[in-house]
């Protein structure tokens, strides 16, 4: 699953595609570079986001839905039921919820739907989350949802552990480390970890700790804001976004969602060992 944000402010590629032809252009780009399904989003849900208004949400996603639609599987990235029954409207034939709550959309229109976890909501989620047992609590969590969802009658049904949405590194590395235990629920996983803030903070460590800092491969920098932690921004995040794509299909996921789509088909089609 490829990734097309057409947003002024998501924390990787904020601005870039909120052009209409620039969006469209993208889109088609990630489907020669090997995307099976390209997933539309018109909010940004990184930490501390601020909710978008419906009207604008519908205006910046369905138009990209409809020219896309044609040429690829389409999703629409989106926790609002009136900007996902248009963009099925408009051609879209899965609904990636991240608030896990539209399967009776996805159930009336009859299209796939995605089961994400998240702990509150994007404006205050990454405030000190807490669990007792995070694998356990996320698995729960979503087959519960899936249930749900296979009971009003959706027919495809996905779950997402949601990584960086309400968690800490810790946590988002328990819940890779343990993907297998997703898996063995039975339902379709997918996973999202491309450019994730996590990484940022995992690859200046490593850098550190190799002692090349100061000469590469990263560029590590202060966040923005005043935060004191320092991170890889996220354009140098490759790495990090590969080994874990690679790391979630070998555990058995069966979608991950990507901005760099051509680098991450190259990294799946490697021969297992
Ligand atoms: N992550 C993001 C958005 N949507 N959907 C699923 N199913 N899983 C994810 O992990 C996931 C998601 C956040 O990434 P991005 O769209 O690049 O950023 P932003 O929310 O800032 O637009």
Do not use: C
Not at 2 to 9: K, L, Q, S, W, Y
Not at 57 to 66: G, H, N, Q, T
Not at 207 to 216: I, K, N, V
């Amino acid at each position: 699953m490829g990734v097309v944000n057409v947003t002024p402010d998501s924390f990787s590629d904020g601005g870039r595609y909120l052009d209409h032809e620039a969006a469209v252009a993208h889109g088609l780009q990630l489907v020669t570079e090997g995307a099976d399904v390209v997933d539309v989003g018109g909010e940004s849900t990184r930490p501390g986001a601020a909710p978008v208004p419906d009207d604008e949400e519908r205006a910046r996603v369905v138009p990209v839905v409809e020219a896309l639609a044609p040429h690829v599987r389409v999703s629409v990235d989106t926790r609002t039921a009136a900007v996902a029954e248009a963009a099925v409207d408009a051609g879209a034939t899965l609904v990636n919820d991240v608030s896990a709550t539209l399967h009776p959309v996805a159930a009336a229109a009859g299209v796939g739907w995605v089961a994400m976890h998240m702990r509150g909501d994007p404006a205050t989620m990454q405030r000190d989350p807490r669990y007792r047992d995070v694998v356990d609590e996320v698995g729960a969590f979503l087959v519960e949802r899936a249930e749900a969802a296979r009971a009003a009658g959706v027919g495809e049904v996905w779950i997402d552990p949601g990584i960086g949405f309400g968690k800490t590194t810790a946590h988002n590395l328990a819940l890779l480390a343990r993907l297998d235990e997703l898996v063995a629920t039975g339902w379709p996983v997918v996973v999202g970890t491309s450019r994730k803030r996590f990484l940022g903070q995992l690859l200046a460590q490593a850098d550190a700790t190799s002692g090349t800092e100061s000469t590469g491969p990263h560029i590590p920098r202060r966040e923005p804001g005043g935060a004191a932690a320092v991170v890889v921004p996220p354009d140098d995040r490759i790495e990090g976004s590969l080994a874990t794509a690679v790391w979630s299909a070998a555990a058995g996921a069966g979608m991950v969602r990507v901005h760099d789509v051509a680098a991450t088909v190259a990294a799946l089609r490697l021969p297992a060992p």
